[in-house]
C-alpha cells in the first residue's frame, strides 16, 4: 500500500464541478497530503440555490466525517465557494 497521504487527508467540498479552484488549492499542498474532492452541483446560483446548499453541504460534511479514508488519518475538512457561505451561518 502506497504512504502518499503521510501528512493526512483533506476533504474539499466545492459548490460547482468547476476544476480552477481545486487544481490551484492541490498544488498548494505539501507532498503527502491528499485530497477527496466532493461537489454540491450548484448550477443557477441563485439564493434560493445556495439556501438549498447548505443541507447538501451537511451531507457531504458527513460523508467525509463518515468516509474510512478520511477518519483513520489525520484530516481536515474545507469548504469553498464564498457564495454559499456568505448567505446562511453553518456553524
Given at each position: 500500500?502506497?504512504?502518499?497521504?503521510?501528512?493526512?487527508?483533506?476533504?474539499?467540498?466545492?459548490?460547482?464541478?468547476?476544476?480552477?479552484?481545486?487544481?490551484?488549492?492541490?498544488?498548494?499542498?505539501?507532498?503527502?497530503?491528499?485530497?477527496?474532492?466532493l461537489?454540491?452541483?450548484?448550477q443557477?446560483?441563485?439564493?434560493?440555490?445556495?439556501?438549498?446548499?447548505?443541507?447538501?453541504?451537511?451531507?457531504?460534511?458527513?460523508?467525509?466525517?463518515?468516509?474510512?479514508?478520511?477518519?483513520?488519518?489525520?484530516?481536515?475538512?474545507?469548504?469553498?465557494?464564498?457564495?454559499?457561505?456568505?448567505?446562511?451561518?453553518?456553524?
Open positions: 500500500m502506497s504512504n502518499a497521504n503521510w501528512r493526512g487527508i483533506v476533504g474539499v467540498i466545492k459548490p460547482t464541478y468547476t476544476s480552477g479552484s481545486l487544481v490551484d488549492f492541490i498544488r498548494l499542498l505539501p507532498d503527502g497530503v491528499g485530497v477527496v474532492p461537489f454540491i452541483g450548484a443557477e446560483h441563485t439564493e434560493d440555490e445556495y439556501l438549498r446548499a447548505m443541507d447538501i453541504y451537511h451531507q457531504r460534511v458527513a460523508e467525509l466525517a463518515a468516509s474510512a479514508s478520511i477518519s483513520s488519518t489525520r484530516k481536515a475538512v474545507l469548504l469553498l465557494g464564498s457564495a454559499v457561505m456568505l448567505r446562511k451561518k453553518i456553524w
